[in-house]
């Protein structure tokens, strides 16, 4: 048995009104949900006081709901609270992933299932930022745009064309035949540098510090920025880097700030290399991911920083599961 959600708004309190838009919620229910109507065990309404011409209940009856239990509740007066607000659960029989439905101004309600919005997660290397962005993303059934990678894409660039990554001329000169472009494939994110994927070409210990370096630059920041609102202005998504709730994205619906001890950023690290075949020893890693935070941190173009509206998170003592759960919390607690 699942239970389904859903809320609507009425305009004008009258009985022709309540019909339609209770009729409109269910019938949006049931196609969302692919279920029957005689799968429906129990429909509960509950209404603001500012209804008072027809019972929920009744028009659902109406509306042929009439062969499962029906009841409406009357919901207490609470300040700042929606308007002319019709809720309603239906109790379904079945296995099934349950699509919540929120139409005409309640949609308000549910931002995360009825309209577009950004997350961002920014953080320090190492902090965990691409996992959790991937596992929220799979839950929320969103893209998960990995920022960083197209960082890698511009250093990757600069390495091949022997451009000195320190000179901001030789990078931006280096940068004018490139092409990067974001695609997903299977809900995975691929890195297009001038039409060859190199998704995992870009995933080295070189390419890393040299992201780091190339990013710094006014103007491969402020292209790959452009980029980046883009996607985020055309779909909901979830991204993350080191400036993107401060920089790239200020207005982002939720804003996230992940990091942890150097030294157990270094130990997830050093275990994701060797997982990919790199064996580079702990204290080499932990060397090169504080010499990335002083780098990132002190840069003058979109440091690294906490946006000032950003939820704070240290994980040094949780893992990917706990992280991604305790992120999710919070975006529902401001739903």
């Not at 239990?69 to 992933?97: Q, T, Y």
């Not at 894409?153 to 035949?177: P, R, Y």
């Not at 150097?262 to 075949?277: C, F, H, I, N």
Request: proline share 2%; charged share 30%; aromatic share 6%.
């Amino acid at each position: 048995m699942k239970a389904i959600r859903g809320a609507t708004t009425f305009e004008i309190d009258c009985a022709e009104q309540i019909r339609g838009c209770v009729k409109e919620l269910l019938d949006e229910i049931i196609k969302q949900n692919s279920v029957k109507m005689t799968d429906i065990i129990y429909i509960l309404f509950s209404n603001t006081s500012d209804l008072h011409s027809f019972y929920p209940a009744k028009a659902a009856r109406e509306a042929g709901y009439s062969n499962c239990a029906l009841f409406s509740a009357l919901e207490p007066e609470i300040d700042g609270a929606l308007k002319k607000c019709i809720r309603v659960m239906l109790l379904i029989n079945g296995d099934f992933s349950p699509k919540h439905v929120y139409l005409r101004g309640a949609k308000a309600l549910r931002k995360d299932i009825s309209g577009k919005y950004n997350i961002a997660i920014d953080g320090p290397a190492g902090s965990g930022k691409s996992t959790v962005c991937k596992k929220i993303a799979e839950k929320l059934d969103i893209l998960c745009l990995d920022t960083g990678a197209m960082y890698r894409a511009c250093a990757l660039k600069c390495i091949e064309a022997d451009a000195d990554i320190q000179n901001a001329a030789e990078v931006s000169n280096a940068l004018k035949s490139a092409k990067i472009e974001v695609k997903y494939e299977n809900g995975c994110q691929r890195t297009l540098l001038n039409g060859i994927d190199v998704t995992d070409k870009i995933r080295t210990p070189q390419i890393s510090m040299s992201a780091s370096t190339v990013s710094a630059h006014p103007e491969v920041r402020s292209k790959m920025v452009e980029l980046q609102r883009q996607i985020a202005k055309e779909h909901t998504c979830i991204l993350d880097g080191r400036d993107i709730g401060s920089n790239v994205l200020p207005n982002a619906e939720f804003k996230f700030f992940l990091t942890a001890k150097a030294e157990v950023r270094a130990q997830r690290r050093s275990a994701e290399l060797k997982q990919k075949g790199v064996n580079q020893a702990y204290e080499s890693v932990l060397k090169e991911i504080i010499a990335r935070d002083e780098q990132d941190r002190t840069r003058k173009t979109a440091p690294l920083i906490q946006a000032a509206d950003a939820i704070l998170i240290d994980n040094s003592d949780m893992n990917i599961e706990q992280t991604v759960e305790y992120i999710l919390n919070k975006i529902q607690e401001k739903i």
